[in-house]
């Protein structure tokens, strides 16, 4: 199972620390949902998801300054008994001082953010889909063409690293060689990015590691990519009979998620680079509406009916 240790959170959300002498080193985050204690606030524990990072916004500020002091005592003391794993003021609000003392009491750590409660909500919940989303390696060649994320397959040695380089100095930018790590952030959606050990590098036979951000400059590499397109290469075979109209699309399947996939037979001669960027922009205006394979059809169709028509005047 994913998890995000409380300290990362704190350093990519940049938030204060309002109790440092609680010690957080092995506190860990493992769903990406969050809750706001409103009603627990209000008195009501029942189905209480303790176990989120609990997000206290201007609403629940202000409820708890309107308590007096019995009734303060009484909800502090039933919500901090929960294991908590932290909680976050936002709108650099700050809580009481009985509140904060007996949040130290009980070990639950309180943070704060200058960011407004909705807006904080929406990028630490999607922050958290991404690292703790389920993950896989697949070996590829992960490139951005023309804003598509096209996943380049096949056996080793077959030509997934030369096309790369190929796009990348036709201007397009290259995510990951060789391993992609595949993230399912939603059942249409998957995130492709690099190990960080290999990132930004591409191995060439013959030659050897070459640094794509160094050699070709920043514009040419990215961090992470939306996978749309899978391109399966693999040695041309005579006797198998290849997709010329692409009528029906082919899919595989990565945890759950189906992509659409092209196979390429691989000769001495065809630029794997031109074939790719035709792939990702003939994908691109498939998603706008237009197919060519289906327009072709249409005017066959049409063709085909005209002919009958002038057959039986």
């Known amino acids: 199972m994913a998890v995000v240790k409380l300290s990362k959170i704190i350093d990519v959300m940049k938030l204060e620390n309002l109790t440092p002498e609680i010690d957080i080193k092995g506190i860990k985050i493992t769903q990406p949902d969050i809750n706001r204690p409103a009603l627990q606030l209000a008195g ?32 502090y003391t039933k919500l901090l008994s929960y294991n908590i794993p932290a909680l976050i003021y936002c709108r650099e609000l700050e809580p009481d001082e009985m509140f ?48 598509e994320g096209v996943l380049i397959t096949g056996e080793s ?22 391993v992609v790590e595949l993230r399912k952030i939603s ?15 591409i191995e060439l036979r013959g030659i050897g590691i070459i640094d794509v951000k160094t050699l070709f ?10 996978v749309d397109l899978v391109i399966k290469l693999e040695e041309w075979d005579k006797d198998k009979e290849y997709d010329r109209l692409g009528l ?19 000769r001495p ?19 706008m509406g237009y197919n060519a394979a289906q327009e072709l059809y249409t005017r066959v169709q049409n063709s085909l009916a005209k002919r009958r028509e002038e057959e039986d005047e």
């Not at 201007?58 to 007096?68: I, P």
């Not at 059942?187 to 590098?201: E, R």
């Not at 001669?269 to 998603?287: P, T, Y």
């Open 44 to 75: 009501y524990f029942e189905h209480y998801e303790a176990t989120r990072l609990q997000i206290i916004g201007f609403v629940e500020y202000t409820y708890m300054e309107g308590m007096d002091e019995e009734r303060k005592k009484e909800i």
């Open 100 to 147: 904060k003392r007996m949040a130290i009491e009980r070990n639950v750590p309180i943070f704060m953010t200058p960011k407004a409660t909705s807006a904080f909500m929406a990028e630490l919940i999607r922050w958290l889909n991404m690292e703790l989303a389920p993950c896989i390696s697949v070996h590829g060649v992960l490139v951005d063409v023309y804003g």
């Open 157 to 178: 040695g077959i030509g997934k690293s030369e096309a790369a380089l190929e796009l990348i100095k036709r201007g397009h930018r290259l995510v990951t060689d060789d």
């Open 187 to 201: 059942n249409d959606q998957l995130i492709g990015s690099a190990p960080d050990i290999t990132k930004h590098f």
């Open 217 to 226: 400059g920043v514009s040419s590499v990215k961090d992470t990519q939306t």
């Open 248 to 266: 029906e699309e082919e899919y595989t399947e990565y945890l759950g998620n189906k992509l659409v996939c092209h196979s390429i037979p691989i």
């Open 269 to 287: 001669g065809r630029n794997l680079a031109i074939i790719c960027e035709s792939a990702a922009v003939n994908h691109r205006q498939k998603k």
